[in-house]
């Protein structure tokens, strides 16, 4: 039996608090909320740490008015998924959520572990032993990049399905650090890097989420992956659109688990918006959004075919949010 | 990998609710529910495939939604109700899922069947007559190598239908 | 009460004996034992596809506090393996590691995890080897030496030629010659229970309980690597996780265990990890195939040459044996006048392949079935015609000498096709349906090691009313012990919950080979229904006397014996004869035909399948849908239909998995992804419709006319599934799984005027030696 390694737990009971302790003990430590994404990582020895921080205090509650919506970082995407409340330009989000793995996951993920969730690359999420005979890579106590020996920097990839969705929705967190809140936009949460792929301080909590919508808005996710559940995107699409009639007003296109971070596909964005939703431009529109997704040889199926389906995921997406068909859960499993 | 024995094993008395019934127990705070339960509670109904999240074998309820126990620490869910299969029937008679399974040829190696029950019954706790597609959607975490599938989604519907 | 159909219970969808424990968690798996003092045993494996050890220190790890034993291969010299012929391997390696998770050392501690750390404390000094790690690099002269020290040139582990009629006289007369190369991906079993093993060692006594399928081959090994007499050694099947044919070799785990039990003196247990069992695999060889048949102008198969190359991983396991499979039973669905055979099995460096589900044959049948659907198109046939034209006939022998009893293939193609609507199926772009038949044996008609007993065994005791079975057979999730039960009960008028069962004990059980090849329902069947008849004998005959009656004239039924219960019966039966045991037993006719290499592949009977597959394939993404899947199986007779159903409803999961997507792939010299999330197992919502069919042709030999069902229905399915892909986009995908790049990267070819097909271009040289040339058997002979 995999087991973890000998650990002590801290149980806090503010942010403030947690994020006092995982400053004072810095990478000895790390906070666990849902611990889906954490246990396995650590049971693969791919964190070492001696101490967590548990997040029990988090609240999980949702305030949902029209055009904004607040969400607690410890509520269960199994929540997020059936939550009634989340619907209109809200949808992709709840959509999004229902997609991660598979039902007991979501009944313990967390929305606030789902933004964090560690980059993937299927030369790392793997045992200890396994990494040991593979040999050790950049992103743990390797020297090299082993999907792309050459470069100097790590490809593991961002494998979340709410944060390009929680983007698209100009998402809003707050985070909590020793020294007080404050909040970060989730774009600006993520960096291109398969090691630091955060850009909060690793010492601050996740507390809270606000997506926007204004009305008029809506939102879809479609997620590409091998199985119709438990497996994490190879490719996905989170779009946001508002009309103005029949002329897209506002477009948000965020691609997933092709690159180190959710990626913006900004000139789509830009292409798109102006224009009338029909099938050629929403077309177009996923041509130019899948320009600069680049994966690469670490996740499920051939990368080649992978980047050819971005095309198809965000397609999907767009049509489903043009016509209003978001809320339906849309799985493109293989 | 280095130097972790080295390390102190922090313990905690810690109270776990399982089955409805309350236990005090000094554990290891990084041992996992799953490892609790087995073994040092004896409750090997709570089967394991994988212990990393990808299989669904060891699920158990949590305040009556299926959970992975061996991504639960039970420092976590202290206070919580835990229901394993050992707490699925009422006494020597059988919950409506487990005869439906009896009767229909559910269980065939039976190794995934403990959590697969449990993840059925809650779906029936909170949806007393899901659709098949929404069985399979409650069920697609628990992976089964033996059935096929076909003669679970049958049994659940079965108990459904008699619990109705 | 007796039902049409002449049986009691014999056919009845009664619940499996052993299925509330199932449900209430109750049952006992080797890894839920855990006696007092247990020791937990982990093994140090190595990180190496290929190397020579020079060098292991235990001496860290023996210091470590709860470290009780370290073992390493001087320990455990001795070399054993499934088949008498291939004694390759060993417990734990100390000259040579031959794939990344060869047994290396092994610890046993007070607890799992300071065994684990004690593994990584081990130092190893390795001389790294170049590995080999595909077929054409296994043909090709190694760069540094060769993987194993027999077999050859090369890497080569096994090459077999057989010939069988005038092959070259049927090519000359065919009016359409067609050659196609294939190639059908290895895969893993993924058993949802992990491999595990306890060992005690009490008076000089070993026992061992093991989650095997093969309680007597894990006997035979342990006797010769320990060097103990087979009467000090027990082994105990505990009940079992899923075996598939994984858990049918003697494992090094479970020698481990022994070993540290009797050094020890405490329990030992070993449980794999799931990426441990991704090592310890035996699965489905990587076949690459290339075939040639030529037929008449009607479509009339005339003569056929296969070859087949697998990629056999780093031991011998049942290597040997499948190499043979994936050329003995292509005659058992088709007529063919003439065959020619060339087979040959690789070593590499990578977890030794073996036995999975249809053992050797689901890879050829893919090729086959796909092959013909191909001569059709040419003739403008559909490929259900021609197969039709060429089936099998029931009573007949082969060109190979394997002996055609009863055969439902008409009837279940028949079966299929009409439930199906394949011949009127719409059509819409990128929808498609495809059709595949397939057989497989009823237990193989030989041993594994050559002797004259019985391959199965049964005793029954009854004592007061209580009737106990003894059987070696092990339950794997079959559900074999609720069929000896249910033949026990319809022959002493009883209840299959009425009759207690002892199986898969090496110590109170008679025996039974094991749970592979589909043998048990057939072999252990018949051995119980032997016992039961004579049991049945002795009471009626007690009976009789007591009442005066002619025992012809006593009814045996609903718990009675004429006019006394059975209890009362069995009180007079054992007053009259004293203690009241049976026996029964099971020996194959002797059914292999007159020449080397006769011994894979004859059976005592034929199961039979077909299959129609319905799909949507996207032509864009070359994502593929399975809508439903009919299926008719032969299984001579459902001894119990819902466990017969349960069978062909796995059969045809784990066959769509095989088909669109596991795939157990090596990359670096590593096995790319041992868990279960990366090899790919299909959930609950990938699963379609599947319609069932069980046509039940009465086996003249089986027990009530029952044949097998666990392994034939998965045969089909893969090339069903590839057919109905060229059906939906007019591209062949040659080789599996199918996954959708491989889909679009054929339609790519299509639209470049290139032929339209995904696979291998060309079968390697390999030097064959010339066929063994049999002459077939007589016209007629049965």
């Known amino acids: 039996m995999l087991r973890l390694p000998r650990l002590k737990y801290l149980r ?28 396995p990582k650590l049971k693969r020895r791919q964190f070492e740490i001696d101490t967590l921080i ?229 077309g177009e529109t996923a041509d130019i959004a899948a320009k600069p997704a680049k994966p690469l040889d670490n996740a499920d199926l051939s990368h080649f075919w992978r980047k050819r389906m971005v095309r198809v995921v965000v397609e999907q997406a767009l049509r489903r949010a043009a016509t209003a068909e978001g809320g339906s859960r849309v799985n493109l499993s293989v | 990998m280095k130097g972790e024995m080295a390390r102190d094993v922090e313990r905690l008395v810690l109270a776990l609710d399982v089955n409805g019934e309350r236990t005090e127990l000094l554990l ?45 620490l039970p420092v976590q869910i202290e206070g919580r109700r835990v229901t394993t299969i050992e707490g699925m029937a009422n006494g020597s008679v059988l919950h409506p899922l487990q005869q439906a399974f009896v009767e229909l040829g559910a269980a065939q190696c039976g190794y995934c069947t403990p959590g697969i029950l449990l993840a059925a019954r809650s779906l029936l706790d909170g949806r007393p007559r899901p659709t098949r597609e929404e069985i399979g959607e409650a069920l697609a975490g628990n992976l089964c190598r033996c059935t096929g599938y076909a003669k679970i989604l049958d049994a659940v519907e079965l108990a459904a239908e008699r619990m109705a | 009460m007796t039902e049409p159909n002449g049986f009691a219970v014999v056919g009845k969808p009664l619940p499996r004996v052993d299925s509330v424990a199932k449900v209430t968690g109750r049952s006992v798996y080797a890894d839920d034992m855990l006696p007092a003092r247990t020791l937990h045993c982990k093994i140090l494996r190595s990180p190496h596809p290929h190397a020579r050890i020079l060098a292991v220190d235990t001496s860290a790890a023996r210091r470590m506090p709860g470290v009780l034993a370290v073992i390493t291969g001087a320990d455990l010299p001795i070399k054993f ?130 989650s095997t399928q093969v309680v007597h081959y894990v006997h035979r090994a342990l006797a010769k690597v320990l060097e103990m007499p087979m009467s000090r050694i027990r082994v105990i099947g505990a009940a079992h996780g899923g075996g598939f044919g994984g858990k049918t070799d003697p494992f090094a785990h479970e020698i481990i265990v022994s070993k540290l039990a009797i050094g020890t003196g405490r329990p030992v247990k070993c449980t794999l990890t799931r990426e441990e069992v991704f090592y310890a695999h035996r699965g489905r060889h990587p076949v690459l195939m290339w075939v040639r048949t030529g037929v008449s102008g009607e479509g009339k198969i005339l003569a056929m040459h296969f070859r087949t190359a697998l990629d056999g991983g780093a031991y011998g396991s049942y290597g040997v044996a499948s190499t043979f499979y994936t050329g003995a039973l292509q005659t058992v669905t088709y007529d063919i006048p003439a065959y020619r055979f060339e087979g040959c099995r690789v070593f590499t460096n990578k977890p030794p392949c073996g036995p999975k589900r249809g053992h050797g044959t689901p890879q050829p049948r893919f090729a086959l079935e796909l092959h013909l659907d191909k001569i059709a198109h040419e003739l403008g046939l559909q490929g259900v015609e021609l197969k039709q034209r060429n089936f099998i006939r029931p009573m007949t022998r082969t060109v190979n000498w394997l002996r055609v009893t009863s055969c439902g293939l008409e009837e279940c193609t028949e079966r299929v096709m009409t439930a199906s609507g394949y011949m009127k199926r719409e059509r819409r772009a990128g929808h498609g349906m495809g059709f595949a038949i397939s057989s497989y044996l009823s237990g193989a008609g030989t041993a594994i090691y050559w002797n004259d007993m019985p391959h199965s065994e049964v005793q029954i005791k009854v004592d007061r009313g209580g009737v106990t079975a003894y059987c070696g057979a092990m339950d794997i999730g079959q559900g074999s012990d609720s069929v000896l039960a249910t033949i026990v009960a319809e022959e002493l008028g009883l209840q299959p919950a009425d009759i207690r069962l002892v199986t898969a004990d090496t110590d109170t059980t008679p025996i039974d080979l094991g749970s592979y090849s589909s ?71 002797k059914l292999a035909g007159p020449y080397k290499g006769s011994g894979v592949g004859p059976s005592p009977a034929y199961s039979y399948s077909a299959c129609v597959v319905d799909l949507d394939a996207d032509a864009r993404s070359g994502l593929v849908k399975v809508n439903k899947v009919w299926i008719a199986h032969d299984v001579g007779r459902a001894i119990n ?48 419709e599947v319609q069932t069919f069980l046509v039940e042709t009465v086996d003249p030999e089986g027990p009530y006319g029952a044949k097998e069902a666990g392994q034939g229905p998965l045969l089909p399915v893969p090339p069903a599934v590839c057919a109905a892909v060229h059906d939906a986009l007019g591209i062949w995908i040659d080789e599996v799984p199918a996954t959708p790049e491989k889909v679009v990267e054929a339609l790519r070819r299509k639209a470049k005027g290139e032929p339209p097909r995904y696979g291998p271009s060309r079968f390697p040289t390999i030097p064959f030696p010339d066929p063994i040339k049999a002459e077939p058997p007589a016209h007629g002979q049965l």
Request: aromatic share 6%; with cysteine; charged share 25%.
């Open chain 1, 12 to 39: 806090p009971r503010s942010a403030r608090e947690a994020a006092a302790m995982a400053a004072e003990l810095g990478p000895r430590a790390m906070f666990v909320a849902g611990g889906t994404d954490l246990f």
């Open chain 1, 54 to 282: 548990g997040l029990g205090f988090l609240g999980h509650g949702i305030r949902a008015g029209a055009a904004e919506c607040h969400i607690d970082a410890g509520a269960t995407l199994a929540a997020m998924s059936g939550d009634v409340r989340l619907t209109a330009g809200f949808a992709g989000y709840a959509e999004a959520a229902g997609l991660v793995s598979s039902p007991p996951l979501r009944n313990a993920g967390t929305v606030g572990g789902n933004l964090c969730v560690d980059t993937r690359c299927n030369y790392y999420d793997m045992t200890y032993e396994w990494r040991k005979a593979a040999g050790f890579c950049l992103k743990k106590d390797g020297d090299i990049c082993l999907v792309a020996p050459s470069s100097p920097r790590c490809w593991a990839v961002s494998s979340s399905d709410t944060a390009p969705m929680a983007m698209a929705l100009d998402g809003v967190v707050t985070l909590a650090g020793p020294d007080g809140d404050r909040e970060l936009p989730v774009a600006a949460l993520y960096r291109d890097d398969g090691i630091d792929y955060m850009a909060k301080q690793p010492s601050e909590v996740v507390t809270r989420i606000r997506l926007h919508a204004p009305p008029g808005t809506s939102s879809a996710y479609v997620k590409l992956r091998r199985r119709g559940s438990i497996d994490f995107p190879i490719a996905g699409a989170a779009v946001a659109i508002q009309l103005d009639g029949n002329v897209v007003s506002r477009c948000r296109i965020v691609l997933s688990a092709v690159a180190s971070h959710p990626l913006e596909a900004t000139a789509a964005e830009e292409f798109l918006t102006g224009k009338k939703a029909d099938e050629d431009a929403i």
């Open chain 2, 28 to 72: 290891p705070v990084h041992k996992t529910l799953l490892e609790v339960l087995r073994e040092d509670m004896r409750l090997t109904g709570t089967k394991h495939g994988c212990e990393l999240g990808e299989c669904g074998t060891c699920t158990v309820l949590v305040d009556g939604a299926p959970q992975l126990s061996c991504l639960v």
């Open chain 3, 81 to 210: 393996g499934i088949l008498p012929v291939t004694q390759d391997e060993r417990a734990l390696e100390h000259e040579k590691v031959r794939y990344v998770g060869d047994p290396i050392a092994a610890v046993a501690a007070t607890e799992e995890e300071i065994a684990a750390a004690a593994c990584d404390a081990i130092a190893v000094e390795y001389e790294v080897l170049e590995p080999v790690m595909s077929i054409e690099s296994a043909l090709a002269e190694p760069k540094d030496e060769r993987i194993q020290d027999y077999g050859g040139p090369n890497n080569i582990h096994k090459l077999v030629a057989l010939e069988f009629g005038d092959v070259d006289g049927g090519f000359a007369r065919a009016e359409h010659v067609r050659e196609d190369v294939f190639f059908f991906q290895g895969n893993t079993h993924l058993p949802m229970e992990q491999h595990s093993a306890l060992a005690t060692y009490v008076d000089g006594k070993l026992t061992l309980w093991s």
């Open chain 3, 519 to 589: 043998r048990v329902t057939f072999m252990a069947g018949n051995a119980a229904l032997e016992a039961a008849r004579k049991m049945r004998a002795l009471l009626v005959e007690a009976v009789a006397a007591k009442t005066s009656k002619d025992p012809e004239t006593i009814r045996v039924g609903d718990g009675r014996m004429g006019e006394v219960s059975f209890e009362e019966a069995s009180v007079l039966a054992e007053a009259r004869f004293g203690t009241l045991t049976t026996a029964g037993s099971y020996t194959p006719p």
């Open chain 3, 641 to 688: 239909p819902l466990l017969v159903e349960g069978q062909v409803e796995g059969s045809v999961y784990m066959g769509l998995g095989e088909a669109l997507m596991e795939e157990q792939a090596f990359r670096k010299g590593l096995h790319k992804w041992p868990s279960m999330l990366e090899y790919k197992s299909p959930t609950f919502v990938d699963m379609p």
